[in-house]
């Protein structure tokens, strides 16, 4: 049995992030001594695990809670955890993409800057400042 401080630490997860997904439901509530502090068994631990590496991937609450519904049943096809996954994957490749507009527009911005003079004469506060200045939307 772990405390909340030792699941903490062996998973990386801070103590109110794991107080948090016992409230949004995807940790089941410990069991408590008589102190009242929370005691963890081995399948808190690998449950905080999962979430944690499906947060470190990207995926939000609500898909997480998805793929605990189907974690809970393997008798059901695991077509739609794929289906969860590809659509993260999606979502990433569209973050990726914007973020490569964005890097664009920094470059463009940077360059556009002399260096000479004070700030009233500099490209990149006057790219800030004016949107039209920017040659592509983000």
């Known amino acids: 049995m772990f405390s909340i401080g030792e699941l903490s ?4 997860v801070k103590v109110p992030t794991i107080r948090y997904y016992e409230e949004m439901g995807l940790l089941a509530a410990p069991e408590r ?3 009242a502090q929370r005691r963890y068994d081995m399948a808190g631990l690998e449950r905080v695990s999962f979430i944690k590496h499906a ?5 939000s609450i609500e898909a997480i809670s998805e793929l605990i519904v189907l ?22 490749r569209a973050k990726i993409k ?9 470059i463009r911005i940077s360059k556009g800057c002399d260096n000479e003079g004070g700030s009233e004469n500099c490209y990149v506060l006057a790219s800030l400042a004016d949107h039209k200045l920017c040659h592509h939307d983000h």
């Open 33 to 35: 001594t008589e102190g």
């Open 55 to 59: 947060r470190d991937l990207g995926f």
């Open 9 to 12: 630490k062996r998973t990386k």
């Open 71 to 92: 974690q809970g049943h393997p008798d059901c096809s695991c077509q739609a955890a794929t289906d969860i996954a590809v659509s993260q994957l999606s979502e990433v």
């Open 98 to 106: 914007r973020l490569r507009a964005l890097e664009k527009e920094l």
